[in-house]
């Protein structure tokens, strides 16, 4: 026996409701399967929007910030073997120190608003170096604290106090409006930057252990 197979889409009148009228029409019914089709998407998006974390991530760096415990950065730092170049800034006027140390010895460079002086230092003295001579001076680091120069000064200052890290920097919070600053890469120390209210100290290093005695001399 047969069965009469329904109609696919059914008669409708002016007194059905739209959606059914709209159903029983190849468009009608292709426009209402796109349009639930596409709440469902916006709706998924809607879910993934309110489900994302708004805060944004923060991706570890690939430096290391160093530890008030890592002693073999500091250690290798105070052996005073190193390239160096000093920005100093008092009172908004800028002075430059950059060159060599080993040790006792080294040379380099002042630069500032009077001119360029190459220098050697000695031990305790100081000598500015001519074409053909040298002459002893006194007056290298006029109105510079040479007390942010040294490094055994400096690491005592931060010993066993707080810090705050981010990457690569670790920042230390001192008394008399004094911050501290220490940038290191994975093998040693780079920077330190000292700001003692508008005066800024700021400190790079470079071949660290590296520097030799023909370094100095030329």
Avoid at 4 to 26: A, G, L, M, N, Y
Avoid at 123 to 143: H, P
Avoid at 181 to 199: A, G, P, R
């Amino acid at each position: 026996m047969f069965h009469k197979r329904e109609p696919k889409f059914k008669k409708t009148s002016p007194d059905d409701p739209w959606i059914v009228r709209t159903w029983q029409t190849p468009r009608g019914r292709a426009s209402l399967k796109l349009a639930v089709y596409g709440l469902f998407i916006i709706s998924v998006l809607i879910l993934i929007v309110v489900k994302t974390d708004r805060n944004p991530k923060v991706y570890k760096s690939t430096y290391t910030a160093i530890k008030k415990d890592d002693t073999a950065k500091i250690a290798a730092l105070k052996e005073n073997n190193f390239a160096f170049r000093y920005t100093i800034t008092i009172n908004d006027l800028k002075t430059l120190y950059y060159g060599n140390k080993m040790q006792n010895l080294e040379s380099g460079f002042k630069e500032d608003q009077n001119g360029i002086v190459k220098y050697l230092k000695e031990n305790d003295k100081v000598y500015k170096i001519g074409l053909t001579d040298k002459e002893e001076i006194t007056n290298l680091y006029e109105g510079i604290n040479l007390e942010y120069l040294n490094l055994n000064y400096i690491f005592d200052l931060i010993n066993d106090k707080q810090n705050e890290v981010e990457g690569n920097k670790q920042t230390y919070h001192l008394d008399n409006n004094i911050v501290i600053e220490i940038i290191t890469d994975n093998l040693n120390i780079k920077k330190i930057t000292i700001q003692e209210n508008s005066n800024l100290y700021e400190l790079e290093y470079d071949r660290i252990g590296k520097i030799s005695k023909n370094d100095i001399e030329n």
